[in-house]
Each structure stands twice: as C-alpha cells, then as structure tokens.
C-alpha cells in the first residue's frame, strides 16, 4: 500500500506544473561594421593600443550617439561616431598631436559630461603625464561633427601634478557630474586619485586609495555608480592589489562604496573607513578585501565590473581554479586561467563566487548587463585568436553561464562592450580589434 500511495504521489507531481528552467539569454547576431583599416599595428603585453579592459570607456552611447576612438597607424587620436541603430560611422582625425609610443597601456578614454555635452578623452598615458582634451559644450548633442569641436591637448586638470598618471577612468553621476579616477606612480608603488568636472571646469577631490604607503597598488576592475535609488546613487569600486611590479603578486578582491561622490568611503559593511586626500582607502584597512586570491594565482588585474538595477556589484575576475596548483611564472599561470563571476548580494552584503568553465590565458573580458539584470560577457583568448560572448540569467542568479559565440580565429587582445548600449536599448555592441591590429569591428547583437 505504502508502494502504492508513493507512486500515485509521484504521478500526482508530474501532473502539477513545474517552473521552467532559467536559460542563460540568446544574442542574435545584427551587424558587424568596420571601425577602421588602419589601426595601431604595435603589440606590446600581448594588446594593442586599441582595446584593453581598463578602457573606461573605449566605446559608448550617448543620447542616441555611439562614440568609439582608436589610434592610427600613424599615431593620431581618432573618435568616430554614428547614430544608432545602424547609421555610417563618422571620423575625426586629430592630427595637431601624434604619439611615438607602441604601448599598448597608452589606451584612449572617453568620457561625456551629461551636465554639458561635452567629450573627454584621456590619452596616450603610461606612468607618463597626463595627456586630455575636451570638446566645446553641447558638441554631444549637436549635428556639428569637426575637428575645430575640440580643444587643445592640456597636461593637467588642476594644478595638481599628473606627470606620472596611467589608467585614466571616466564614470558619471546620475546628476550629470562627470568623474575621472587616475592612478598616479607606478605598477607595485601607486595611488589612486579622484577629479570632478562641474560648470565648465575640473576641481581635485584627493586621493582615494593609498598603495605607496604599504608599498603595493591598486588596480581597479572598474568604478562606477548604480541607480538603484535615483534621490541617494551609491558610487562603487572594486580592485586587487599588487605587492611589486610582477603581475603574479596580484592578489585578492577589494570592494568599498561612496555615498557623497568619493569624498568618504565605506567598506563592505557600510562602515566609514576612509576620506578622500585626508585618510584614503588601504589595503589593510578593515572591512575591504571581500574574498581572498592569494599571489601567485594567475590574477589578471583590470579584468571589468558593472552593477545592476538592483544595486548588486558584479566582477569579472580570471585567474587559476581552486584545484590548480599556485604557479609563481604569471605568463604560464594564465594559459590555465578561467573566468570567474563575483557578486555582492545588495541586502544581505554577502558575496559570492561562480566559476565558468571558460579559459581565458592573456586576454581579459568585459561583463556587461542588461535591463533585466542578466549578464553578458565578450572574452577573448590570446592563443586560438577567437572571440567568446557568454551570458547568464538573474533568473537563474547568474549560475547558468552559457557560451553563445564563438568566432573564427581572428580577433585579438581585448573586446570592450558598449554598457550604455546593452543597459538602454538592449544590443550588445562589442569593439572588436582583428589580429594585427589594423582593422577594427563593431559587432552589434539583439539580446533575447
């Protein structure tokens, strides 16, 4: 009888609608547009000048305007644009500055004020001063596409020193202020600092993370603010820290938050332990290493971060599985590096950790999200040349990861993905250098 009653409670589930599995989103494939021709051929730390992961941003869209800018082979800025969807890409060729370097550090950032319209690029910079430019307010918005909207190339923001700057990073405030993050000194021995752009002009918050001290550096994955309450917007960072100028000293994942524009800072508990130009960020300071990688791991820094609509901080972080055995030789570690998703659950403040099965060796991803909170990856791999788009779905909290395409054997160094694209108007729009440089795509995907 208990046999019975048993099979007729199991028939009985079959019976009851089950929920469907979550699934990892599709990408449909839209365009490919060719940027340029006549990219930066130079390879140097297996990239070119045009795309690296620390680009913030390489390409981005801006009140139905997709910026994207690259070096020539002759060593100008270059910064085109189009109307999206699918509108003719249109170039500008700064030719009043060319560089001599064939560093691939020596990257190009955009930033655009929203107060303004203007466009800022931060270039050609690698323990070197600091190079910029701006363009004339309102140029983000207007039909007027010249040479004469921009300005001269400045050393300086302020008169602060940047004679010894790399990794320039432009992040907004939903208010419209424009922020840029910058290290100052060198790979093992840096800072971080912060700047403001407001009513036509940059002022020099201070420095928020402090390395010399300890004799180490910080190297972002990324810093940006979430939406999750328009009135009171969180500015987030997470980063890993080097103990020398060899990249198997990097090691651990180190997160903190801001609630008014950088000045203070708080840790993983929402406790305040740090205030800009007076008491910045350490590494040692409590509350601030969120998950433990130890050196000798594999850990590429600079990989990406991007939050949610929910508030939740994701980090796409590479570096030896957990049964790996440690590996001092950081060139030979990273051909067994795989790609693995961190995330900090908003409410409970806790942090998690997925590994993917994916191998990534001397390139580094972009991760990205949607408006609904999934997730999606462009990953290269330095050694068969292909480009990899995975994703994986809130539904399933982000542990279906999935790969959706895989190119030919063509591309190089890193993918940089167009987040304001994805976030607003759901196409994946991804910046694509070929192997050797020259030419550069621009895929363009619709999401499911």
Excluded: C
């Amino acid at each position: 009888m208990k046999r019975f009653m048993a099979a007729v409670a199991a028939f009985s589930l079959l019976l009851v609608p089950q929920p469907a599995l979550a699934a990892a989103p599709t990408v449909t494939h839209s365009s490919t547009t060719v940027l340029t021709t006549s990219g930066r051929t130079a390879l140097t730390y297996t990239g070119y000048m045009n795309g690296e992961s620390f680009q913030q941003d390489g390409i981005v869209t801006y009140a139905g305007r997709q910026y994207a800018a690259f070096w020539d082979q002759s060593g100008y800025v270059n910064i085109s644009r189009r109307q999206v969807p699918s509108g003719a890409w249109q170039n500008l060729r700064l030719t009043d500055y060319v560089t001599t370097s064939t560093d691939s550090h020596n990257t190009i950032s955009i930033g655009i004020a929203p107060a303004d319209g203007t466009i800022h690029l931060a270039f050609d910079t690698h323990s070197s001063q600091f190079r910029y430019r701006k363009s004339v307010a309102g140029l983000a918005t207007s039909s007027t596409w010249t040479t004469g909207g921009f300005g001269a190339v400045q050393s300086s923001l302020t008169s602060t020193s940047m004679a010894v700057v790399t990794y320039p990073q432009f992040f907004a405030h939903p208010d419209g202020t424009l922020q840029l993050a910058i290290r100052t000194g060198y790979s093992g021995t840096g800072d971080e600092v912060l700047y403001e752009y407001k009513s036509g002009g940059w002022s020099y918050i201070g420095e928020f993370i402090d390395g010399t001290t300890a004799g180490n550096n910080a190297y972002l994955f990324g810093i940006e603010y979430d939406n999750y309450d328009p009135a009171n917007p969180l500015l987030h960072v997470t980063w890993t820290v080097r103990e020398t100028s060899d990249a198997s000293t990097n090691h651990d994942l180190f997160y903190a938050y801001s609630k008014d524009k950088g000045r203070t800072w708080r840790n993983n508990a929402g406790t305040v332990v740090a205030t800009s130009g007076s008491s910045p960020l350490r590494s040692d300071s409590a509350g601030l290493r969120v998950w433990g990688i130890g050196q000798n791991r594999g850990l590429i820094n600079q990989e990406s971060q991007v939050v949610d609509a929910g508030g939740i901080v994701h980090v796409l972080a590479s570096h030896l599985p957990a049964s790996a055995a440690s590996n001092s030789n950081f060139t030979s570690a990273r051909e067994t590096a795989v790609l693995v998703h961190y995330w900090r659950d908003k409410a409970s403040k806790v942090w998690h950790q997925t590994y993917t099965p994916f191998l990534e060796r001397s390139a580094r991803g972009d991760i990205a999200v949607d408006s609904r909170d999934n997730l999606y990856v462009a990953s290269g791999d330095s050694s068969t040349r292909k480009l990899h788009i995975q994703t994986a779905s809130k539904a399933s909290g982000w542990a279906d990861w999935t790969i959706r395409y895989t190119s030919g054997a063509i591309y190089y160094s890193d993918p940089l993905i167009d987040h304001q694209r994805l976030k607003s108007l759901g196409t994946l729009s991804i910046f694509a250098p070929r192997y050797g440089g020259s030419q550069i795509d621009v895929q363009d995907w619709t999401v499911s």
